[in-house]
T-cell receptor, first 112, second 112 residues
Framework: DQQVKQNSPSLSVQEGRISILNCDYT??????FLWYKKYPAEGPTFLIS?????DKNEDGRFTVFLNKSAKHLSLHIVPSQPGDSAVYFC???????????FGGGTRVLVKP | GVTQSPTHLIKTRGQQVTLRCSSQ?????VSWYQQALGQGPQFIFQ???????GRGNFPPRFSGLQFPNDSSELNVNALELDDSALYLC?????????????FGEGSRLTVL
């Protein structure tokens, strides 16, 4: 039972344009939603998170949107840069610091 | 940050392996994840104050320890081919506004 799903395995975008990554979840008990970025041969790096009491959180070029009724979240990266090329994972937990349930990842390629 | 050792290792089926992790300073919760090729990380277990504090869907041959200095070990007995994966250690403080877990770079295990 895959509780967190990222239905797009890959995304290609031109430098300077917007990257939109999507994630769906099934467990209504999830309270925190996080996005991680991963380069090859490195561990996942935290990007941004949102708690279930909010519907939007911004940090620089990164914005996460949460639609609880649809059990859907998205990550917007504006403007996209070549250094953003990596695999992005969404993850969810029932409490801050609790175990994370990850999606399968979306590989983003930003073309110069 | 979170450091893990060894970075790479090769074992044969049936052998045993121990992976090590040093948590980030001030973090008292450590968790372990298995990331198979092309998939998102999967939760193995979490430790808080040297006690197991949650376990994922992994068999008992996966075991762990957390030490008073918040370092940790993951032990896997009777290795199987499917245990080949990247093993990630993550640490976190007991309470967090963001829910962020801090990941190490991982130990890549190959079972032949």
């Amino acid at each position: 039972d895959q509780q967190v799903k990222q239905n797009s395995p890959s995304l290609s975008v031109q430098e300077g344009r917007i990257s939109i990554l999507n994630c769906d979840y099934t467990n209504s008990m999830f309270d925190y939603f996080l996005w991680y970025k991963k380069y090859p041969a490195e561990g996942p790096t935290f990007l941004i998170s949102i708690s279930s009491i909010k519907d939007k959180n911004e940090d620089g070029r990164f914005t996460v949107f949460l639609n609880k009724s649809a059990k859907h979240l998205s990550l917007h990266i504006v403007p996209s840069q070549p250094g953003d090329s990596a695999v992005y994972f969404c993850a969810a937990s029932k409490a801050a610091g609790n175990k994370l349930t990850f999606g399968g990842g979306t590989r983003v390629l930003v073309k110069p | 940050g979170v450091t893990q050792s060894p970075t790479h290792l090769i074992k044969t089926r049936g052998q045993q392996v121990t992976l090590r992790c040093s948590s980030q300073s001030g973090h008292n919760t450590v968790s372990w994840y298995q990331q198979a090729l092309g998939q998102g990380p999967q939760f193995i277990f979490q430790y808080y104050r040297e006690e197991e504090n949650g376990r994922g869907n992994f068999p008992p041959r996966f075991s762990g320890l957390q030490f008073p200095n918040d370092s940790s070990e993951l032990n896997v007995n009777a290795l199987e081919l499917d245990d080949s994966a990247l093993y990630l250690c993550a640490s976190s403080p007991r309470s967090s506004d963001t829910g962020e877990l801090f990941f190490g770079e991982g130990s890549r295990l190959t079972v032949l």
